[in-house]
């Protein structure tokens, strides 16, 4: 079979030797897209990372593909309804660190209470002073998580070793776990009128998108905080921007945002300025946040610790020989 590693790194390549023997193996570092799909028309199986676009204009230029493997836990970056209507199996991995990702949100968090990218700033230019730099404490606030999967449940756990209180809301609410980690469910409304900083765990899809807009920032608590590790049309950007001028909110903390590839790609975004593809106003807003003192943007870096990158990869591979061997697992579709 025909095998397509996009968004290749070097240090991936070990882990899939073992296919070498009895598949022709690919690696491409570019991602997959309209463009780069057209020089693999051919493959049977295709790996991707979060920065492919797996949209029906790529996906229509491939004659026999069967299988896709998506090193991530999110599947947004790929047309599900497409694949499933043309019998094409796609995987994720489901689980690789929910650890990684809360250990994240805190970082994110901590790094708003303690002011730290300010502080080391000032310390880098040998400026001492402690002037503006008062935090506060993570002990005794509210928290509010969105979506109680297994990288919500796990930011519970952090939360509750800072003491905080933890208010939950999902659409499928897990009450053993709320049991046992000794959180409570509220509605939506209620999570974000009594919530000193909201955390967000929800997957990126079309029930999710803009989950926060105007009226729910209008119900949240003046001064508080955003935290975002889980994709970046979850939050309509333009009323983020809205929200934090008037102080609605008085910081936010982000690993993702939309147009987020646009951002990361210098060619990407040029791209964008001549295609309809990419929503300017969106784009725009990104970079007004990337420049706020009270906004800490981190790359979409949530999962890229070497324990968890090691375990994702180890996982689709396995994902793969699942696959080739007739009994898949971890399939969204
Ligand atoms: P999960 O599937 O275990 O949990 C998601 C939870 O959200 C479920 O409990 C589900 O019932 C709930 N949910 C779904 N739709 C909802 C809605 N409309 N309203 C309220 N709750 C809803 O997923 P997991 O592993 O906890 O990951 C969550 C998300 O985090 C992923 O889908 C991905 O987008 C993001 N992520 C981000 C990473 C990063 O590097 N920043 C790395 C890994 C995941």
């Given at each position: 079979m025909k095998i397509v590693i996009f968004e290749f790194e070097e240090w991936e390549r070990p882990y899939f030797d073992h296919f070498m023997d009895k598949n022709d193996v690919i690696f491409e570092q570019a991602p997959l897209d309209e463009q780069t799909a057209s020089k693999y028309q051919d493959a049977d199986i295709v790996s991707v990372?979060?920065?492919?676009?797996?949209?029906?204009?790529?996906?229509?230029?491939?004659?026999?593909?069967?299988?896709?493997?998506?090193?991530?836990?999110?599947?947004?970056?790929?047309?599900?309804?497409?694949?499933?209507?043309?019998?094409?199996?796609v995987s994720n991995v489901p689980s690789y660190g929910e650890n990684t990702v809360a250990e994240h949100v805190f970082a994110l968090l901590l790094s708003i209470s303690h002011k730290i990218p300010d502080a080391v700033n000032r310390t880098r230019q040998g400026?001492?002073?402690?002037?503006?730099?008062?935090?506060?404490?993570?002990?005794?606030?509210?928290?509010?998580?969105?979506?109680?999967?297994?990288?919500?449940?796990?930011?519970?756990?952090?939360?509750?070793?800072?003491?905080?209180?933890?208010?939950?809301?999902?659409?499928?609410?897990?009450?053993?776990?709320?049991?046992?980690?000794?959180?409570?469910?509220?509605?939506?409304?209620?999570?974000?009128?009594?919530?000193?900083?909201?955390?967000?765990?929800?997957?990126?899809?079309?029930?999710t998108y803009h989950l926060l807009s105007n009226p729910e920032f209008s119900l949240m608590k003046k001064g508080a905080i955003l935290i975002?590790?889980?994709?970046?049309?979850?939050?309509?950007?333009?009323?983020?921007?809205?929200?934090?001028?008037?102080?609605?909110?008085?910081?936010?903390?982000?690993?993702?945002?939309?147009?987020?590839?646009?951002?990361?790609?210098?060619?990407?975004?040029?791209?964008?300025?001549?295609?309809?593809?990419?929503?300017l106003e969106t784009l725009l807003a990104d970079h007004v946040l990337l420049h706020m003192k009270n906004v800490v943007i981190t790359p979409h870096s949530a999962f890229n610790t070497k324990e968890a990158v090691a375990r994702i990869i180890q996982k689709t591979v396995k994902n793969i020989d699942e696959f080739c061997e007739g009994r898949p697992t971890h399939l969204v579709n």
């Open positions: 990372f979060i920065y492919s676009d797996l949209g029906c204009p790529t996906l229509k230029q491939f004659k026999q593909l069967k299988f896709i493997a998506t090193r991530s836990t999110g599947f947004d970056h790929i047309d599900i309804p497409y694949c499933t209507q043309k019998g094409i199996k400026n001492f002073s402690q002037e503006g730099l008062q935090g506060f404490d993570l002990c005794g606030k509210t928290i509010g998580i969105i979506g109680t999967g297994v990288i919500g449940q796990k930011t519970i756990k952090i939360a509750k070793g800072f003491d905080m209180d933890v208010l939950a809301y999902d659409i499928e609410p897990d009450t053993i776990a709320a049991k046992k980690l000794d959180f409570s469910y509220v509605s939506l409304q209620n999570l974000l009128s009594q919530s000193d900083i909201i955390s967000l765990h929800v997957p990126g899809n079309k029930e975002n590790t889980a994709r970046g049309d979850v939050v309509d950007v333009k009323a983020l921007l809205q929200a934090l001028a008037s102080e609605k909110l008085s910081a936010a903390g982000l690993d993702v945002l939309p147009e987020e590839p646009t951002i990361r790609e210098e060619s990407e975004l040029l791209r964008s300025l001549f295609t309809e593809k990419h929503n």
